[in-house]
């Protein structure tokens, strides 16, 4: 059971906005650490997708968007397209764990 | 650009050792650290570990301690993670990826993952 929580499946159609969630405590995202995303292909390696609650690396259209609150953070994507189908993950820090902790990850289905 | 290469897959029986590398280019090396996930067949993402290629300082998730090492290269810009006593629940995908060098922050470049198999 993964110390953040995120809904295991998301879908929407192709133009459609869909939001993942990434539930924490006050030991990771509630004492104020930050939230990172990443996504992954089928068969891939995770790619970096959000760092530091909201900042895109380059190359990340600003199709995708993220925020945090309280022990909560979000992942937004806009205008779904059919390559946005993969894997989502959470990540953050944990006071209480002195580890990296991610969230189950969420997969998305573009319909 | 930023490259991180690792070792190939590995077939090991239970009890048994794996040391994974990850040969990194394209960047200073000493400026940064690298974290080590897993992920299980089906499954999400694991933190294993970090180490500071600047401090040499690790930490690892409580229920690897005592069983993982990590360790740095810099003559060779490679990093290693070696995972001992292994059992067929470490049967998984290891990755290495690029993460801060002074703390656990994100990890912004990542290996192409080596599979590890425990099997007797």
């Known amino acids: 059971q993964s110390v953040l929580t995120q809904p295991p499946s998301v879908s929407g159609a192709p133009g459609q906005t869909v939001t993942i969630s990434c539930t924490g405590s006050?030991?990771?995202?509630?004492?104020?650490?930050?939230v990172h995303w990443y996504h992954q292909l089928p068969g891939t390696a995770p790619k970096l997708l959000i760092f530091?609650?909201?900042h895109r690396p380059s190359g990340v259209p600003d199709r995708f968007s993220a925020s945090k609150s309280g022990t909560s953070a979000s992942l937004a994507i806009a205008g779904l397209l059919p390559e946005d189908e993969a894997d989502y993950y959470c990540?953050?820090?944990?006071?209480?764990?002195?580890?990296?902790?991610f969230g189950g990850g969420t997969k998305l289905t573009v319909l | 650009q930023v490259v991180l290469l690792q070792s190939g897959a590995e077939v090991k029986k239970p009890g048994a050792s794996v040391k994974v590398s990850c040969k990194a280019s394209?960047?200073?090396?000493?400026?940064?650290?690298f974290s080590w996930v897993r992920q299980a067949p089906g499954q999400g993402l694991e933190w294993v570990g970090w180490?500071?290629?600047?401090?040499?300082?690790?930490r690892s998730a409580q229920k690897f301690q005592g069983r993982v090492a990590m360790t740095t290269d810099t003559s060779t810009n490679t990093a290693y993670m070696e995972l001992r006593r292994l059992r067929s629940d470490d049967t998984a995908v290891y990755y290495c990826?690029?993460?801060?060098?002074?703390?656990?922050?994100?990890?912004?470049?990542w290996g192409q993952g080596t599979l590890v198999t425990v099997s007797s």
């Open positions: 990826a690029r993460d801060d060098r002074s703390a656990l922050v994100y990890m912004d470049y």
């Open positions: 394209g960047y200073t090396f000493t400026h940064y650290g």
């Open positions: 180490i500071s290629v600047y401090s040499d300082e690790t």
């Open positions: 006050g030991s990771n995202i509630g004492a104020g650490h930050d």
């Open positions: 530091g609650n909201n």
């Open positions: 990540q953050s820090y944990d006071s209480s764990l002195s580890s990296s902790i």
